[in-house]
T-cell receptor, first 114, second 110 residues
Framework: KAGVTQTPRYLIKTRGQQVTLSCSPI?????VSWYQQTPGQGLQFLFEYFSETQRNKGNFPGRFSGRQFSNSRSEMNVSTLELGDSALYLC?????????????FGEGSRLTVL | LAKITQPISMDSYEGQEVNITCSHNNIATNDYITWYQQFPSQGPRFIIQGYKTKVTNEVASLFIPADRKSSTLSLPRVSLSDTAVYYC???????????FGDGTTLTVKP
């Protein structure tokens, strides 16, 4: 079974631009969560989608948004990029019906903001 | 949300047993405890999950005392390939309330 796929793996943007990251979950998984990982803040929860609906949201500004499609694939968008948005963005999928923490992570998209 | 504390780093030698403890003093009733392993340039990988007492799988054991304010991940007979960062995750994912610890960098030496 294929794992979680994230694209692109690496990207460089400049301040003020926007970026869209994509995540394809494991087949049959209906929940997709997004995390930001930085050396200073560690792993921080952004949001979770289940059956195309945002089910949970972390403490991030409105510049961070996401969506999930009917095939469970998910995208996240960051608008008006800031230098501090440079991070590894991780997507994780799970079955979602009783999401007690067993997450399957992708390899991440490393965003550098210049 | 539970406040999570883990040691920043640990060293061990091949063949030894390694125990990494995570403190979560204000864990909530519905919170589970999950451990992940992360190698450089990869996403975290699930190791083990528990709610109370002891859980064991083919790679690790997880010990959780009755008060659930801490948990210990036990890796038997580590090898060089176990060198990685280990994260403790505590929370109720259904409620969108979960917190990762800052991670413990385990270095296994020959």
């Amino acid at each position: 079974k294929a794992g979680v796929t994230q694209t692109p793996r690496y990207l460089i943007k400049t301040r003020g631009q926007q970026v869209t990251l994509s995540c394809s979950p494991i087949s049959g998984h209906r929940s997709v969560s997004w995390y930001q990982q930085t050396p200073g803040q560690g792993l921080q929860f952004l949001f979770e989608y289940f059956s195309e609906t945002q089910r949970n949201k972390g403490n991030f500004p409105g510049r961070f948004s996401g969506r999930q499609f009917s095939n469970s694939r998910s995208e996240m968008n960051v608008s008006t990029l800031e230098l501090g948005d440079s991070a590894l963005y991780l997507c994780a999928s799970s079955l979602g019906q009783r999401n007690t923490g067993e997450l399957f992570f992708g390899e991440g998209s490393r965003l550098t903001v210049l | 949300l539970a406040k999570i504390t883990q040691p920043i780093s640990m060293d061990s030698y091949e063949g030894q047993e390694v125990n990494i403890t995570c403190s979560h003093n204000n864990i909530a009733t519905n919170d589970y405890i999950t451990w992940y392993q992360q190698f450089p340039s990869q996403g975290p990988r699930f190791i083990i999950q528990g709610y109370k007492t002891k859980v064991t799988n083919e790679v690790a054991s997880l010990f959780i005392p009755a008060d659930r304010k801490s948990s210990t991940l036990s890796l038997p007979r580590v090898s060089l390939s176990d060198t990685a960062v280990y994260y403790c995750l505590v929370g109720d994912m259904n409620a969108g309330k979960s917190t990762f610890g800052d991670g413990t960098t385990l270095t296994v030496k020959p």
